[in-house]
Structure formats: structure tokens, C-alpha cells
Nanobody
Framework: QVQLVESGGGLVQAGDSLRLSCAASGRSFSNSAMGWFRQAPGKEREFVATINWSGRVTYYADSVEGRFTISRVNAKNTVYLQMNSLKPEDTAVYYC?????????????????WGQGTQVTVSS
């Protein structure tokens, strides 16, 4: 069983940067693929980024490619999402998720455990 706790959200202006962190407890973290998803009011939860168990493979949604970077430090049981050049349309609750399969996936139904989310608000 892995528990995830996100942090680092907040209110920023367009063009600013934020770094989200997701701290994991439990023995499965280093073998799990990790992902970030987001959900804006009235919309479905959508894929943002994913990283495989080793950190060597990453994939991004087209909407964040080139602006966001996902990374992980297995020794710290932590995954990060560096968000640069933020836009108002990036406003959402951001969720961290883990998939025991170990390989990357964009499908939210393939993730086995989720954090509680952290709010990111980008003003124009």
C-alpha cells in the first residue's frame, strides 16, 4: 500500500513557475510508474505527465509539452512536476498517482493509488 501527499500548489500569475512535489510512503514507490493528472472545475480529470519506475522514460500531454517537467528521486520517495510558463488554462487541482505496472501510462484507470490533490491557480 502506498500513500501519496502532494504539495507546492498555490496562486501565481501567468508566466510564473511552480514546482509540485508528491511524497510517497510505502515500499512500492521505486517500482511504480508515477503520473500527474489535473482536474479543472466542470471537467474530467486529464493526463498531464508520466514517468517510469527508473525515471528514464517520460511522456507529456501536448498542452504542457516543453513547459512542464516530471522527475523523481526514488531515494527520497518523491516525484516532482516543474511547471514553467504557466497559463490561466493550467488552473486545476493537480493529482499525483502511482501505477504498480512500472511502465508509463496515460490512462488514469491504470493507476492504483492517488493523492488528495493540490490546487494550482494561475491568474491572467
Amino acid at each position: 500500500q502506498v500513500q501519496l501527499v502532494e504539495s507546492g500548489g498555490g496562486l501565481v500569475q501567468a508566466g510564473d513557475s511552480l514546482r509540485l512535489s508528491c511524497a510517497a510512503s510505502g515500499r512500492s514507490f521505486s517500482n511504480s510508474a508515477m503520473g500527474w493528472f489535473r482536474q479543472a472545475p466542470g471537467k474530467e480529470r486529464e493526463f498531464v505527465a508520466t514517468i517510469n519506475w527508473s525515471g528514464r522514460v517520460t511522456y507529456y500531454a501536448d498542452s504542457v509539452e516543453g513547459r512542464f517537467t516530471i522527475s523523481r528521486v526514488n531515494a527520497k520517495n518523491t516525484v516532482y512536476l516543474q511547471m514553467n510558463s504557466l497559463k490561466p488554462e493550467d488552473t486545476a487541482v493537480y493529482y499525483c498517482a502511482g501505477a504498480v505496472r512500472g511502465s508509463t501510462t496515460r490512462q488514469k484507470n491504470e493507476y492504483n493509488y492517488w493523492g488528495q490533490g493540490t490546487q494550482v491557480t494561475v491568474s491572467s
